[in-house]
């Protein structure tokens, strides 16, 4: 790879290293996810006081999203004082507002759109861009019912009971230069990822391991969290923990 491009895909590390640091030590994460497709901004102060308080990130993406709802949801949420991380379904939800991006991937699916495709769209705006690039691979995974991602990408997941396959695909993305590996079960999943997908996922790789969709309680925090995640991704189910 060429120096200069290495150099501008670690422009600032101060957010993927604390992630790599929480790992080492064993600190475990928690992010909201925020879909601006689904918020309104004038709503984000109120909202904020009801997120858990161990909440350490906020990420702000969605599969479908009009143009600019991204940029006026990371604005209003910038109050809450919490790194905002950009988890974007395609090119056109990017925004300087923000402080760091989750370069997706779609390693699970053969749809090369978004393996690459978007990935290269986005790239002119990136190579001047401030926003602090962390490469991530994201493994769409079974989650009981038809996610938007496998709608939208035209993909289709990888089967819960298929754990040697997810960690081959887990390993070559790894191998391929990911920085960190997200598993993802798919907003409103019916079943998040297993505890056996995350442990063996955790075991086979050195990457800071980022799980979502599905987890809905505390009780299924810490099954995940003991298993081997790194970092919890919530959406609207936090304000139903139990």
């Not at 109120?46 to 991204?70: C, D, M, R």
């Amino acid at each position: 790879m060429d120096l200069v491009v290495l150099m501008d895909t670690q422009k600032s590390s101060s957010i993927y290293s604390s992630l790599v640091q929480s790992k080492a030590v064993g600190s475990k994460l928690l992010a909201i996810l925020v879909d601006p497709d689904k918020f309104q901004p004038d709503y984000a102060r109120a909202f904020l006081k009801t997120i858990p308080a161990q909440t350490t990130h906020i990420f702000v993406g969605g599969s479908e999203v009009p143009q600019g709802a991204t940029e006026a949801t990371v604005k209003s949420l910038k109050p809450s004082g919490l790194p905002i991380v950009l988890f974007p379904g395609n090119h056109n939800q990017l925004t300087e507002a923000a402080d760091a991006l989750l370069f997706l991937s779609l390693y699970s699916g053969d749809n090369p759109e978004f393996l690459i495709g978007q990935q290269r769209k986005a790239a002119r705006y990136l190579k001047h861009s401030s926003l602090e690039v962390i490469p991530t691979a994201y493994l769409l995974i079974d989650g009981g019912n038809q996610s938007a991602v496998a709608r939208v990408t035209q993909t289709q997941p990888l089967p819960q009971d298929d754990v040697d396959v997810i960690v081959e695909v887990a390993l070559a993305a790894q191998y391929c230069g990911a920085r960190c590996l997200y598993l993802e079960a798919g907003s409103g999943a019916l079943v998040p990822v297993s505890a056996a997908i995350i442990q063996a996922v955790r075991k086979a790789i050195n990457l800071p391991l980022i799980v979502g969709g599905g987890i809905g309680s505390s009780a299924q925090m810490q099954v995940a969290y003991a298993a081997g995640a790194d970092m919890l991704v919530m959406g609207t189910a936090f304000e139903n923990q139990n």
